[in-house]
């Protein structure tokens, strides 16, 4: 890997076109903006990023990151490649297929761009912990699922810090994300804690179409009620392999695609196509290369802004589709006030490590600043969810009711454990830092 | 629907891998963009990712017209060379990393410059597709895009100016029958009904029905039934105003039927018949379908007729004979709460419509074609089913030549109106084309050297003023605009480079395809404000 | 507009190497289901079963109608709460065989709000009274089980005898359902 290479004249010119932007003042910058060589050399050298999803947008994301000066630039993703990906995953060639994409991409980066340091990790989001998460300054998402997308926002918003109710906006990660689906797309930029967080706006993410079950099985009209009825109900009754589908296996399309040929026959439906069938199975979004260059440019461009300040960021989601000319339309998303994710700011409660579950629980309920009737506790330790006591359902009471008496620390908890509080008197589920103290003092 | 199950489903290796984007162009798409060859002129970033887009998808072929040697600049910001490519033949350069993304696609080059090509081999560019320009200079432009004109081959001159996107788009004529609309309204002809329809729908007696058959009947017969009630109440007009819609919906409401104690059912078919009154239209020619069968082009068909136009022609006498003023039918039935087979039936009946219909395009087609002398191979049916389907959403676009935007007189005309508006992203198309004149006055980009910043902004706003002048346009409303061009000293950012890159692969597939509505015809991408704009000119 | 921070003055530590989750943050969707659960607010005929308190995520439901066609059964339903709750709905199925028009003898239920008209606002709760309308008053219009559903329609008396049958244990056509009385 080079050095800072700053002074070399190789580089010097290389990177001229950032640093006409970089160096000079200009009228629609930002107002704190300062025209320097400091801003360029921060990009290459201190500013570390990170690319979740190394697919359709991951691998553009990568090659915009790279020229526009990021250096510094770490990879998730747990999938490999495959046939399908070759038109618009454009780092990954035929002898690629079944190999780690995260890790093919970065090496075709760091092969290609002298001095670009891209590190993949062949994993899920899910093995990674706070501390790995919280040496970024910026991250983009380049997904296909709202799963991970409301996974990374959570985590991301569970690294903010309140001093006294006040964010610490220093502990703010802003999160980039794209999307797209066939000639649609959409970016946005999240200041976790500050504007509209995906789960703010969950409503904006187009429900996944599902047929009644009813029609499904006695009036249907469309080959994909027959698609879905083998998929929902025969393959259940009938299971011809004993393993649940697999839509990358070729033999179990064509047995879906047999069986609901016969379904749409038996109803003079027209329409089953083999292509059809897998669309339907393995619920296929359309892509085309040219989208996913769009949106991740956009992408791009937003964590360019961000890191430099160079201008204002998008504030802060725009769709963009090219079906007619090319439209796009930014607007504000507004934050929810009562967003599940990004409203929650933990509250501190300081109990003494021998004080029992009980007397918690009293506190809950009787101090002013609570006054909670009958609140359900649970808590997340070693990556799992444990109850420690809910009293309105009566199977979980009675196996949780022996926590009641146990002190905080009998029941393993330690200083910085998060209490999930529900009770009637919240419209959502309250968030206790628990700060424990030892029980001499 | 239109093609039958094939008998062996298991996929070729090429259909897998162009699988994501065929469920969105369709085989016959994907045919199209595989004999096409493209030219592209400058490979700078934005030239080489416009091409990275359309090799990856499988264009057939392209050819990189370029004289420029590679620089240490260009490698920061073009994927396709690398640190080695410095002082070699950019064409040559780029081409080989091109072609590593797709084995499926040929590429060659010219290393020599437009201008060269141009005057040596005036022949050059008559058998490409689509020919994409960048950074052209002003004197190229103009003779380049009226060679282009006269042998009507589709051209975009585009560039990537630090923050600023910019594309012209010229063609001559293009027309598009698939331009897959995000919402389109049902044909479904409940004001015109067709023989076979109306035998349907008055064989179906809702009145005696129990309520499981009640519930289940499409709401395509209730809707007929209660317009058919409402027209004999209004001199058999089709309701309009919210008024006369909300009289009709009561209709609707009326025959739901009422459980024991009184209260109305849940009648999601009902439901969706009363949705359905607000798409309610009268069967008629839309505009934008009425001016091509008015063009000039359709009602006099020669012997080099376009297909689109010959089609056009026998839909023009379908609509004056067979049609009875309606285009043939779309033959497509939305999905509808329903039973299986009432609705099975009539789909049916839509359909079966809808191809007597077609059959007789077909027929006009293959008449017209003997009175021109074309070949009565040259449109198939399948072809004339298409256009069929497409009828009510088909597009013309008769585009203008970009030289005239360098005749002062017919470019002020175009410009003026869209310069009144002070924030209009059309400023930077005003800008860029002063940087033009500040290149052939100065010799360099205006900011391109780092101490000459300050005295080029005096020098472009001169150049910019001078032009507008020539437009007899009023002065800039603030000379921000300049700066922030002469800050960018000619720099390309790739990831601007990019975003337009892909906007113009998908504009260069629309033409290639003949399918989706393309820019019309100047477009800016602002970088700043993320915003996209399109301008007529 | 919005108040920028600058990125450059922030310092930013961290481990580079990965390690294994030790998430001390819960999800969304556990922060919901603690709410839906310690709130569920069941009819009288309506139980439910953790066979894991920790688990709040997979539980059963039992359902005893007290009146209507089904008095007297007994009838278990299990829950299972995806990562994505509450976007997606909790995957629902019947654990007793029943002849019921809308459930069929594989266990799924037909349920608007199980599938297309699920929405995140809606509740475990929701779900709950909607299962136990079912009980009440099952809809032959849109059948799952078709067969039931035209005996429904035609012969209520010759249903009723059916559902006695079938919750005694017993034969219904050709097809056998386990005693499922109280």
Redesign the interface.
């Known amino acids: 890997m080079m050095g800072s290479g700053d002074g070399s004249d190789n580089l010097h010119h290389r990177w001229s076109h950032l640093r006409k932007i970089l160096e000079r003042p200009g009228p629609f910058c930002h107002p704190d903006f300062e025209a320097s060589p400091e801003t360029l050399n921060f990009l290459m050298n201190s500013c570390k990023i990170l690319v979740i999803g190394a697919g359709g947008l991951g691998c553009e994301l990568l090659k915009d990151l790279a020229y526009m000066g990021f250096r510094n630039i770490h990879v998730i993703d747990m999938d490999t490649i495959e046939l399908s990906n070759l038109n618009r995953q454009f780092l990954f060639r035929h002898k690629d297929i079944g190999k780690s994409k995260a890790e093919v991409a970065a090496n075709f980066i760091n092969t290609r761009i002298q001095g670009c340091h891209v590190v993949p990790h062949f994993s899920k989001i899910q093995d990674f912990d706070e501390s790995f998460y919280r040496q970024f300054h910026i991250v983009v998402c380049g997904l296909d699922s709202i799963v991970a997308r409301r996974w990374i926002n959570g985590m991301i918003i569970s690294l903010l810090n309140y001093e006294n109710g006040v964010l610490d906006t220093c502990s703010i990660i802003p999160i980039i994300d794209g999307g797209t689906e066939g000639f649609k797309g959409n970016v946005r930029v999240i200041l976790p804690g500050m504007t509209a967080c995906i789960d703010c706006t969950l409503d904006l993410f187009p429900p996944q179409i599902t047929y009644p079950l009813c029609t499904i099985a006695n009036t249907p009209r469309l080959p994909e009620h027959c698609i879905e009825y083998v998929k929902v109900i025969q393959w259940p009754k009938e299971n011809p392999w004993s393993v649940p589908i697999d839509g990358d296996d070729p033999q179990h399309i064509s047995w879906i695609y047999e069986k609901s040929s016969e379904r749409a026959a038996q109803f003079s439906i027209p329409g089953v196509t083999y292509r059809l069938v897998q669309g339907v199975v393995k619920n296929i979004i359309p892509a085309v290369a040219s989208t996913n260059a769009v949106v991740a440019a956009a992408c791009a461009t937003e964590a360019f802004k961000l890191a430099t300040s160079c201008c204002l960021p998008l504030n802060n989601y725009m769709v963009f589709n090219d079906l007619e000319g090319v439209y796009t339309y930014a607007y504000e998303a507004e934050r929810k006030e009562d967003c599940l994710a990004c409203s929650q700011v933990p509250q501190k409660i300081e109990f003494k490590a021998d004080c029992k579950l009980e007397e918690l629980i009293a506190h809950l309920c009787e101090s002013a600043q609570f006054r909670m009737r009958s609140p359900g506790i649970t808590t997340q330790t070693g990556g799992h969810s444990r109850t420690l006591y809910m009293s309105t359902v009566a199977s979980i009471e009675q196996q949780t009711r022996g926590n009641l008496r146990r002190t905080l620390q009998e029941l393993g908890l330690s200083d910085g454990d998060q209490l999930l509080v529900a009770d009637p008197t919240s419209p959502n589920t309250v968030v206790l830092q628990l700060k424990l103290l030892n029980s001499t003092t | 629907m239109s093609s039958p199950a094939p008998k062996s489903p298991e996929q070729s290796e090429k259909n897998k891998k162009y699988d994501r984007q065929l469920r969105l162009w369709g085989d016959h798409g994907q045919a199209a963009l595989e004999s096409a060859h493209v030219c592209l002129i400058n490979a700078n970033g934005l030239g080489t990712e416009i091409l990275k887009s359309l090799i990856l998808p499988g264009i057939g072929a392209f050819t990189i017209v370029d004289g420029e040697k590679v620089t240490e600049e260009d490698i920061g910001c073009n994927f396709f060379l690398d640190h080695d490519s410095v002082g070699k033949s950019r064409a040559q350069a780029t081409i080989q990393l091109l072609l590593e993304l797709n084995p499926d696609v040929r590429g060659d080059y010219v290393d020599e410059s437009v201008e060269q090509v141009l005057e040596n081999n005036p022949d050059f560019f008559n058998n490409f597709s689509v020919v994409i320009s960048t950074q052209i200079s002003e004197r190229v432009i103009i003779r380049l895009s009226k060679k282009l004109w006269e042998l009507e081959i589709p051209f975009i001159a585009c560039q990537s100016y630090g923050f600023i996107g910019y594309a012209r788009i010229q063609v001559q004529e293009h027309t598009v029958i698939e331009t897959h609309p995000d919402n389109e309204v049902p044909d479904l002809r409940l004001d015109k009904p067709f023989p076979s329809l109306k035998e349907l729908i008055d064989s179906i007696d809702i009145s005696k029905m129990e309520l499981k058959d009640h519930a289940h009947v499409p709401y395509v017969v209730i809707l007929y039934k209660c317009l058919q009630q409402w027209q004999q109440e209004n001199e058999g007009q089709i309701p309009k105003t919210y008024r006369e819609k909300e009289s009709l919906r009561k209709l609707i409401r009326a025959e739901i039927l009422n459980n024991d104690d009184g209260i109305p059912h849940d009648e999601e078919n009902f439901e969706e018949a009363i949705k359905a009154v607000n798409t309610l239209a009268p069967t008629n020619i839309p505009s934008h379908v009425r001016e091509i069968l008015d063009d000039e082009s359709c009602i006099n068909l020669t012997s080099k007729s376009k297909p689109f136009w010959i089609m056009a022609k026998a839909l023009r006498e379908f609509v004056e004979n067979e049609g009875a003023g309606a285009l043939p039918l779309r033959g497509t039935l939305p999905d509808m709460t329903a039973d299986t087979e009432r609705y099975i039936h009539l789909q049916q009946v839509y359909h079966s419509q809808a191809a007597k219909d077609a059959e007789v395009m077909f027929r006009r087609v293959q008449q017209l074609l003997r009175e021109i002398n074309q070949s009565p191979d040259s449109i198939t049916e399948k072809d004339v089913k298409l256009f069929c389907k497409h009828t009510s959403t088909m597009h013309l676009v008769r585009g203008s030549c970009i030289a005239d935007d360098y005749d002062n007189k017919i470019f002020a005309q175009k410009l003026a109106p869209h310069l009144e508006d002070p924030e209009s992203a059309l400023v930077y198309a005003v800008l860029l084309r002063g940087v033009d004149r500040f290149r052939i006055a100065h010799g360099t980009y205006p900011g391109e050297y780092d101490d000459q910043v300050e005295p080029d902004i005096v020098k472009l706003k001169s150049c910019v003023s001078k032009l507008l002048n020539e437009w007899s346009c009023g002065p800039l409303a603030k000379d921000d605009y300049v700066h922030e061009i002469c800050r960018y000293g000619g720099g390309e950012l790739h990831s601007i480079s990019a975003f337009v890159g892909g906007c113009i692969a998908q504009e260069t597939i629309k033409f290639i395809t003949s399918q989706y509505k393309p820019i019309h015809n100047t477009f800016i991408y602002d970088g700043i404000t993320s915003n996209t704009a399109s301008f007529t000119l | ?2 108040k ?7 310092k ?21 289901i ?2 839906d ?4 607010n069941l009819p009288k005929t309506c ?4 066979p894991d ?4 995520l997979s539980f059963k439901l039992i359902i005893c109608p007290d009146e209507g066609f089904y008095r007297g059964g007994r009838f278990s339903f299990s829950f299972k709460v ?3 709750y509450p ?2 709905p909790p995957k629902v199925k019947c654990e007793t065989p029943v002849y019921h028009p ?1 459930i ?1 003898l ?1 266990g ?3 349920l ?1 709000i ?3 008209d699920w929405k ?1 606002v809606l509740t475990i709760n929701s779900i709950v009274y909607g299962l136990q309308y079912l009980f009440l008053e099952p809809n ?5 089980n ?1 067969e039931a559903a035209e005996v429904l ?1 035609n012969n209520r008396r010759l249903f009723e005898q059916n559902v006695q049958k079938a919750m005694r244990g017993g034969y219904v056509g050709s097809v056998y359902f386990e005693r499922c009385l109280k």
């Open positions: 507009m919005i920028l921070f600058s990125l450059k003055q922030q930013k530590d961290g481990e580079a190497a990965p390690k294994a989750g030790n998430q001390k943050k819960a999800s969304a969707a556990q922060l919901r603690t709410k659960i310690n709130e569920l139980n439910t079963e953790f308190p920790d688990d709040l995806g990562p994505n976007h997606e809308n069929d594989e799924n239920v037909c608007n199980l599938r297309e995140p032959p219009e849109d059948p799952l078709k329609q």
